[in-house]
T-cell receptor
Framework: GAGVSQSPSNKVTEKGKDVELRCDPI?????LYWYRQSLGQGLEFLIY????????KSGLPSDRFSAERTGGSVSTLTIQRTQQEDSAVYLC????????????FGPGTRLTVL | QKEVEQNSGPLSVPEGAIASLNCTYS??????FFWYRQYSGKSPELIMS????GDKEDGRFTAQLNKASQYVSLLIRDSQPSDSATYLC??????????FGTGTRLLVSP
């Protein structure tokens, strides 16, 4: 596939459980971004990876959220001790990593915390 | 003041008309500007990017940028019912994150 892929497409979990969301960027893209879209809210930046540089974590809403990117490719976003307010669509995007390069989004993971 | 502002709409236009979508941004050092289309239940799809003042055309779409006025717009000519979606304006500074407006919902009636 040529596009960004994400898994799972849907995740239902119970409050207090941990979840892992996966993103596989477009081949050749060095920059990877995580965003969140909640009902009634706009798209909210979470974290940004660029090559081997330290990630920009400025958008993570709490220390329950973390992300890693292994081998400069696949990324995993982990939410610990999920809360109902974590329910949202989590979107991953990738780009070639140059200033202002176009970002292309994956299909997203819809997370529902019961 | 929100960083990126859009009228939430809905903007209703008849089929074949021109739809005009507007966006203002607050950060004067913003350098890159994007329009995404988002259908209900789907992820954002990039339509246009624009980096310099003026117009940029791609098929039925024209993006317009005025950095002095901190204003970016998207014109859709010959609007089709399939254009009915939410249009998201996004602004970036350098390598950084995209900051999105809340989107304008466009309805094109047959």
């Amino acid at each position: 596939g040529a596009g960004v892929s994400q898994s799972p497409s849907n995740k239902v979990t119970e409050k207090g459980k941990d979840v892992e969301l996966r993103c596989d960027p477009i081949s050749g893209h060095t920059a990877l971004y995580w965003y969140r879209q909640s009902l009634g809210q706009g798209l909210e930046f979470l974290i940004y990876f660029q090559g081997n540089s330290a990630p920009d974590k400025s958008g993570l809403p709490s220390d329950r959220f973390s992300a890693e990117r292994t081998g400069g490719s696949v990324s995993t976003l982990t939410i610990q001790r999920t809360q109902q307010e974590d329910s949202a669509v989590y979107l991953c995007a990738s780009s070639f990593g140059g200033p202002g390069d176009e970002q292309f989004f994956g299909p997203g993971t819809r997370l529902t915390v019961l | 003041q929100k960083e990126v502002e859009q009228n939430s709409g809905p903007l209703s236009v008849p089929e074949g008309a021109i739809a005009s979508l507007n966006c203002t941004y607050s950060d004067r050092v913003s350098q890159s500007f994007f329009w995404y289309r988002q259908y209900s239940g789907k992820s954002p799809e990039l339509i246009m990017s624009i980096y310099s003042n003026g117009d940029k055309e791609d098929g039925r779409f024209t993006a317009q940028l005025n950095k002095a006025s901190q204003y970016v717009s998207l014109l859709i000519r010959d609007s089709q019912p399939s254009d009915s979606a939410t249009y998201l304006c996004a602004v970036a500074t350098g390598f950084q994150k995209l900051v999105f407006g809340t989107g304008t919902r466009l309805l094109v009636s047959p």
